[in-house]
């Protein structure tokens, strides 16, 4: 059950002009980084899900609680994406959100962590440095090292390595230099 949910969750993406979903860690409490991912969407709609509460602390999850209590307009959900708890209650937030027209789907997706948003933004650069070392005529070998180290920033996001047989279907399927 939790996990046709979640992927059901995960999959679904707001236009961040209209709408946002802020995960909050319970294990760890508010960080400074959640505070200013807050308070880039505080003039958004959003729904606020407090996650890992199968693991933490109930005094953790009380004190995260009266910490927004007064920070954010917005429904906190108390979630466990590994167990289900919390999931119905998010699942009828993001439906009355929809529902009111306060909020609607596209194909956007906002980058709320830090580091994922360096990932991505080394691997977009390695990709530009491929194409020009293309478009100079440098040798596919070049190309090939910059390509490599875009697929290895992305790799860091997902936790995935890439192989040579990855690198190999690439090129594979497309002519490069000709």
Known sequence: MPVFRSEFITDMRFEAKSGSVVVLDAQ????????????????????????????????????????????????????????????????????????KGSVYANSEVLITNVRHKQQLDLAAESLKSAMRAHESGLPLDFVTIDIRESAEYLGQITGESVSEDVLREIFSRFCIGK
């Open 28 to 99: 760890t409490g508010i960080s400074e980084e959640d505070l200013e991912i807050l308070d880039s969407v505080k003039e958004k709609k959003k729904i606020v899900i407090i996650n890992k509460t199968d693991i933490a602390r109930d005094d953790k999850i009380n004190e995260m609680k009266r910490q927004l209590d007064g920070k954010c307009e917005a429904p906190v959900i108390v979630a466990s994406m590994l167990d289900g708890t919390g999931l119905e209650s998010l699942e009828d937030e993001i439906e009355e959100l929809f529902a």
